[in-house]
């Protein structure tokens, strides 16, 4: 008889209900969009962050982060990296021997980093290769050396010509060799576009007399999100030899602003949260006063004010439970389209977010966790807001809700 | 009476002076004992750190306090590695690209190829005799040998690595045995102590030295001279940038 009486409620009048419903849709739909842009800003940024160059995490020699010597590096071990594979959050090993020499040519002469590196690892990482400007990508058994846009211009290189490398070696042997400009790079943030030198892992190793040597161990990760776990997986599985380091150690400035950009999103959510609230609540609040004559009638031939709650409160649960249906099922194509084709920003700031070597694009993410999160939120309001009917109620005068 | 007095002073300083003198030409005579007019020498080098040591091999030539040349013989990445010091200059070639590069002063008292000796120990860039002050400290024994312990200041203007040197230079024979190397604020940086006395080209000269820097636990630098031959006649063209690609 009640759950009758509900149903009848429902579509007495249709077209108040889609509108309810409708409108708590697009709050589920606005609430997922805003989140999923979030996270996927989020993870774009750390992407681009860990592109540059450090990866989610890096494995060193113990004590190697605070003293960045190549004394400090550690031989290329097999088992090592048996003991890395197996943990399956780790998707890429990249290997790299690190340091800091001079670059010369004719009579120009200045400081560099040089990085010794596995070429297709490092560009599956890093995408390295996408980063060439002129010339072509090495390969690993190359005698030639990719160097850094500003790096070139400085010491006037340009591709073919011979690049000296000058300085000291692992136990400080002399390291000089001369090396061919194969290609030149772009790299993202200005203090790297203008200071690093690239050449194959093993070259490297003869140049700086550091034979199966490596300073890093940098990996890729399934997920950013697992870096800390994994980090603290990996210290336990490879041994107190080594340290491990998530990206936010090692670049403590960039993590922390990323950290304030975060802390920006949470102010727009509440903005967000509290415009469908109240859009919301308007759109209950009129439809109770309009029911007014209604419920005093209802009141008035004997029913209880009890049972007429639990009616209203069922509507108010039905209606809350289709918007939100129909707003998930809405948001999943939206999202998906916009993580595939991303908003892209246009003119200067997108001109100045490229300086910084961040993509001009606000893609989004598309994760189980959001929808499930953000329905749960907006339905905790609308069923708060739904108890507006019941107070109202309480108060309600039969004969007076009657008078026309 | 003033004459007296005159005389008087005197006596009391002429010592001094004497001793002033005496000391400079203690290091004089055993610096041109160690040089000869010139030198040609095998010295192995031997760098010991906690964790590993490393050898090379070179051969240096020498003609008065101006020009030196070395040779890096071994270890193979390195041969052929040549330093060639002129009066006040110093050259660098490295074969492997090519290059002499000229060394800049501020280099001077950077490690030399990974050891314990500066650039400057090597070279000699700065002169023991014309850029410091000499003084008398006392005598010491040192491995059975009377020396002197003469104390080296350097002199206003010129531009040395260290703060004072500390020379223990054997009566006797005229050997430099020890030497002590402190920085500008006193602080013992280096100490050299050289042993193993025996005849070399005919003179009497410790054939090792080690160099052991003060505040590195466990580095070492031994340097030992297989053969030492002085006087042979070597011109001066030989010590020249041109040649410092050609040298064997």
């Known amino acids: ?404 | 009476m003033k004459n007296i007095l005159s005389i008087f002073v005197f006596l009391i300083l002429f010592p001094c002076i004497i001793l002033a003198q005496d000391a400079k030409s203690i290091v004089k005579k055993a610096d041109e004992k160690a040089k000869g007019n010139t030198s040609v020498a095998l010295i192995s080098i031997q760098t010991i750190r906690p964790n590993w040591t490393r050898e090379m091999t070179v051969k240096a030539w020498t003609k008065g306090n101006d020009l030196t040349m070395i040779l890096v013989l071994t270890p193979a990445k390195e041969k052929g590695v040549v330093f060639l010091k002129k009066k006040k200059e110093v050259w660098n070639w490295v074969p492997s690209i090519e290059r002499n590069i000229k060394m800049p002063p501020s280099m001077m008292s950077q490690s030399w190829m990974g050891t314990d000796f500066t650039n400057d120990d090597l070279v000699k860039e700065a002169s023991i005799l014309e850029d410091y002050n000499h003084t008398f400290l006392e005598d010491i024994e040192i491995d059975g040998r009377n020396c002197y312990k003469i104390q080296l200041i350097p002199k206003p203007k010129s531009a040395v690595v260290w703060g004072k040197v500390i020379l223990s230079i054997d009566k006797k024979d005229y050997m430099m045995l020890h030497a002590e190397y402190f920085d500008e604020d006193g602080k013992l940086m280096n100490t050299m102590h050289c042993s193993d006395v025996k005849m070399l080209g005919g003179k009497l000269l410790p054939a090792k030295m080690e160099m052991i820097p003060a505040d590195k636990k466990g580095n070492k630098t031994i340097l030992t001279y297989k053969s030492l031959i002085f006087d042979t006649p070597i011109t001066d063209q030989f010590f020249s940038t041109q040649n410092i690609t050609k040298v064997k």
């Not at chain 1, 060439?132 to 850094?148: H, P, R």
């Not at chain 1, 084709?341 to 893609?363: H, V």
């Open chain 1, 1 to 404: 008889m009640i759950a009758k009486l509900i149903w009848r409620n429902l579509w007495r009048n249709s077209r108040r209900t889609l509108i309810t419903i409708a409108s708590i849709a697009f709050a589920v739909l606005f609430a997922i969009l805003m989140q999923s842009l979030q996270e996927g800003v989020f993870n774009n940024l750390i992407k681009n962050v860990v592109n540059y160059y450090t990866g989610y995490v890096q494995v060193h020699q113990k004590g190697y982060w605070d003293e960045q010597i190549l004394e400090n590096s550690f031989t290329e071990d097999a088992q090592l990296f048996t003991k890395l594979q197996k943990n399956k959050a780790v998707t890429e090993i990249v290997p790299r021997l690190e340091t800091f020499v001079l670059a010369s040519n004719k009579n120009i002469t200045k400081g560099c980093v040089l990085i010794g590196t596995d070429t297709d690892k490092e560009s599956r990482l890093t995408q390295l290769q996408n980063k060439i400007i002129k010339g072509t990508y090495f390969k690993n058994n190359d005698e030639a050396v990719m160097l850094s846009e500003g790096l070139a211009k400085r010491l006037q290189l340009k591709v073919n010509d011979t690049i000296v490398l000058y300085g000291q070696g692992y136990q400080e042997v002399m390291a000089a060799g001369k090396y061919h400009v194969k290609g030149i790079l772009h790299l993202a943030s200005p203090e790297m576009n203008d200071n690093f030198v690239y050449l194959p892992l093993k070259t490297c190793q003869y140049f700086l007399t550091a034979e199966n040597r490596l300073t890093t161990l940098s990996l890729g990760i399934d997920n950013p999100k697992n870096a800390e776990k994994l980090t603290e997986e990996l210290e336990n599985s490879i041994g107190k030899e080594y340290e491990v380091m998530t990206w936010q150690e090692l670049m403590p400035d960039v993590a922390n602003h990323i950290k304030a950009d975060g802390f920006s999103f949470y102010i727009f959510s509440g903005i967000l949260y509290l415009i469908i609230g109240f859009g919301l609540f308007g759109t209950i609040m009129m439809m109770t006063v309009e029911r007014t004559f209604e419920f005093g009638m209802l009141l008035a031939i004997g029913m209880k004010k009890s049972t007429l709650k639990i009616i209203l409160w069922s509507e108010t649960v039905l209606i809350t439970l289709c918007g939100i249906l129909l707003g998930m099922l809405l948001s999943f194509p939206v999202t998906a389209y916009l993580k595939k084709n991303p908003m892209q920003l246009t003119g200067d700031l997108a001109k100045s977010y490229e300086q910084f070597g961040f993509e001009a694009i606000f893609p989004t993410e598309v994760d189980v966790n959001i929808f499930i999160n953000q329905s749960l939120i907006v339905m905790v309001m609308a069923l708060l807001i739904g108890l507006y009917p019941l107070w109202f109620v309480n108060s309600l005068n039969p004969v007076k809700a009657m008078k026309k």
